[in-house]
């Protein structure tokens, strides 16, 4: 997951803020003359959503509407957080198949490239040394880890076997190279 700065600052935002609220939220009933634990324990089961009931009677109406704040505001703070993470989540999947779909349509207009097979220790020597010739690269490769590093460092790349004659045209489905 390539999360976002902004989605990743959402993240960290929400969760100092349902801290504090957390925390506002023990020193209420600690104030109302609850023992930290049970201070502790009211704010988990309320924030929570968990509803076993009340660890000591609310019979002030002040306590009540305390209460419902902090229903209200951890509810809010965990959402945030939760939205954050899915925003985390969607933009990295999003951004994958953007940038998939930038490089089939760049593979596809080149013309006169090498295609290297195999990112390996000597492949990478090789990219590295037509790239600094000015010469197209394409990678083929069947390691996910090797493809990432030469998206990386900038290479077009086609999943696939190349020893093997088989290959992920732009990472679609398998297909034979022409004769």
Not at 119 to 147: H, N, T, W, Y
């Amino acid at each position: 997951m390539d999360a976002s700065p902004a989605a990743i600052a959402r993240i960290r935002r929400g969760l100092l803020v349902l801290a504090a609220i957390v925390g506002v939220a023990v020193a209420g009933y600690m104030i109302a003359g609850w023992s930290f634990l049970d201070s502790v324990y009211m704010v988990v089961i309320t924030v929570f959503g968990v509803g076993y009931g009340e660890v000591h009677p609310l019979d002030h109406p002040g306590l009540k509407v305390f209460t419902i704040g902090v229903i209200l505001a951890g509810c809010s703070a965990g959402l945030w957080v939760v939205g954050g993470v899915v925003e985390s989540m969607a933009e990295g999947t999003i951004n994958q198949a953007l940038g998939r779909k930038r490089m089939t349509r760049q593979i596809d207009g080149l013309s006169g490239h090498t295609i290297v097979c195999g990112f390996g220790r000597v492949g990478q020597m090789l990219c590295k040394e037509l790239a600094d010739a000015g010469v197209a690269v394409v990678v083929i490769d069947s390691d996910p880890v090797r493809l990432a590093q030469a998206e990386v460092l900038g290479y077009p790349v086609v999943a696939g076997d190349a020893a093997g004659a088989t290959y992920q045209k732009h990472s679609t489905r398998p297909q034979r190279p022409p004769a």
